[in-house]
């Protein structure tokens, strides 16, 4: 199953809790079916590529991750814990997934060209070299646009669909300030300013990152979905905007944030045993 295009443009706008708390209008679905719904959509693979954004967070504080060695290897595998994470999504699923949108999006999913879709985006979520994947996705992006190919505007809509409630943008630079107190906190960085101060300046920044998610967005999946003919984009997107499918995304995308949220929290507090505190 695909998710917001790139590792670290996450969120967590809506609040997990409240998602919990909202009574079901159906039954929620068995621990057994939302197993196998996390394997047949590929949300499981999704979730262990969570891991893969650790990369990012020693830039985030300034800090030269050639410095940790092997002990950020060790630190990473023991905060990003992919069965840990797994059994989490597991137990808020169990929650607040209904019989009806696990089924409808297990339908589309099972079928040949649903798997043929999480073959590719599998194997994309579990490639570790984002650089080089936004370099032949801006290419392909770039050959389409000269071609006048419309497939650029279905990525488009495709990734409206994913983030429908338009959340990737506040949600990155929440992660970001979580993660930043978070090390604050900790002595891993001196922060001189505050959160509200963090905030306002993120706003600041807001017109130019959000430009950078949709154009990484768009090679993300010009990337990923490049095998597949112009008629299986648009079947995806169609399948995308329906509103059972957009139910389940809503509710995936909040639970990957969460995971993304804490787990970075407690990689902040724990950079501390390996490097000294310094300025940022």
Known sequence: MTYLAQRFALSFLVPLMALVLIPLQVAAASRDRIEAFLTTTGFDVALESIAFASGSAPQMLGIDPDGFGSDWTRLT????????????????LEQTLSDEALTHAVEFY???????????????????????????????????????SQRVESFKRMNRAIDSS????????EIQLRFLLAASASGVIDLQLGADELRQMMKRNEAGMRQSLQLSALAGAAYTYQGFSDSDVDAYVAALEQPLMQEVYELLNAIQYEIMAKRFEVLAARMAELHPAQDI
């Open 166 to 173: 338009g959340t990737a943008l506040r949600a990155l630079q």
């Open 77 to 92: 595998e023991e905060v990003f814990d992919t069965e840990g994470m797994h059994q989490t999504a597991v137990s808020i």
């Open 110 to 148: 099972a079928s040949d060209l649903g798997q043929r879709l999480v073959e590719a985006e599998n194997a994309g979520h579990m490639n570790e070299d984002d650089e080089a994947k936004q370099r032949e996705g801006q290419e392909i992006v770039a050959a389409l646009i000269q071609d006048g």
